[in-house]
C-alpha cells in the first residue's frame, strides 16, 4: 500500500493494488472520508465534502473542542 499527502488540496491518497482511499482535511481542520473505491490516478478536490449540508462539523458545539 502506498499512501501520499497533497498538500495543495490537502488530501491523503492510500492506494492498494486495486482501490483508492481519500481522506480530506477541510478548512476548519476537520478529517473526513472524500472517495473509496476503483484505484485512482490522481486526487480530487476537497469540494467533495458536504460541509454545507446538515450537520456539519462547525454546527454542534461538541465537535469543536
Do not use: C, W
Amino acid at each position: 500500500m502506498s499512501v501520499t499527502y497533497i498538500p495543495e488540496s490537502r488530501i491523503f491518497k492510500l492506494d492498494t493494488d486495486h482501490t483508492s482511499y481519500l481522506i480530506g482535511v477541510t478548512e476548519d481542520g476537520y478529517v473526513g472520508h472524500l472517495y473509496y473505491g476503483e484505484k485512482l490516478r490522481h486526487a480530487a478536490s476537497t469540494e467533495a465534502f458536504r460541509v454545507e449540508n446538515f450537520p456539519t462539523p462547525g454546527v454542534l458545539p461538541r465537535d469543536k473542542q
